[in-house]
Structures are given as structure tokens and as C-alpha cells.
């Protein structure tokens, strides 16, 4: 089993940053796939960014591509999310995924509120 913990989330105005983090437990490993995935009520969760496990390969969702970076610490263990350029409409629930051994983890969410 693996545990995510996402502290990180909070009140920005539009055109500020925030960085978001992913702590993950349990058995992890450094070939673990890690994700932030978004909500709105009423929308389906979509992808926001990945890192591979070897660090080598991010990918992002356009709508946030220039604005968000998805890295690791050195621990491995965690993973963040700096947003840059924060807009109205990147306000959601924000979760982080885990692919481990096959198997994927959700994180609670934290919530992400951006003023205008």
C-alpha cells in the first residue's frame, strides 16, 4: 500500500503561484509514476501533469503547459507541483496519483482557490 498526503493547497489571487507537494508512504518506490490530476464539482477529474520515475519524462495538460512544473525532491518520495500564473479557472480539488507496482493511489485532495 501506498499513502498520499497533500498539504500544500490554498487562496491565491490570479497571476500568483502556489506550489502544491505529494508526500508518499508506505511501499514506495523510486520507479513510482507520479501524477496531479484536478476537479471542479460537476466535471470529470483530469490530468494536470506526470513525472516518470526516472525523472527524464514530465508531461502536462495543455491548458497548463508554460505555467505549471511538476518535479521531485531529493527524497524521491515527494512530488510538487509549482503553479505559476494561477488563473480563475485553474480553481479545483487537486489530487496526486501514484502508480506503483501496476497498482494506482489517490491522494485527499487539496483544494486550490484562485481569486480574480
Known amino acids: 500500500q501506498v499513502q498520499l498526503v497533500e498539504p500544500g493547497g490554498g487562496l491565491v489571487q490570479a497571476g500568483g503561484s502556489l506550489r502544491l507537494s505529494c508526500v508518499a508512504s508506505?511501499?514506495?518506490?523510486?520507479?513510482?509514476?507520479m501524477g496531479w490530476y484536478r476537479q471542479v464539482p460537476g466535471k470529470e477529474r483530469e490530468f494536470v501533469a506526470a513525472?516518470?520515475?526516472?525523472?527524464?519524462?514530465?508531461s502536462y495538460a495543455d491548458s497548463v503547459k508554460g505555467r505549471f512544473t511538476i518535479f521531485r525532491g531529493v527524497a524521491k518520495n515527494t512530488v510538487y507541483l509549482q503553479m505559476n500564473n494561477l488563473k480563475p479557472e485553474d480553481m479545483a480539488v487537486y489530487y496526486c496519483?501514484?502508480?506503483?507496482?501496476?497498482?494506482?493511489?489517490w491522494g485527499q485532495g487539496t483544494q486550490v482557490t484562485v481569486s480574480s
Open positions: 508506505g511501499r514506495t518506490s523510486s520507479r513510482d509514476v
Open positions: 513525472i516518470s520515475w526516472t525523472d527524464t519524462v514530465t
Open positions: 496519483k501514484a502508480i506503483n507496482d501496476g497498482n494506482e493511489y
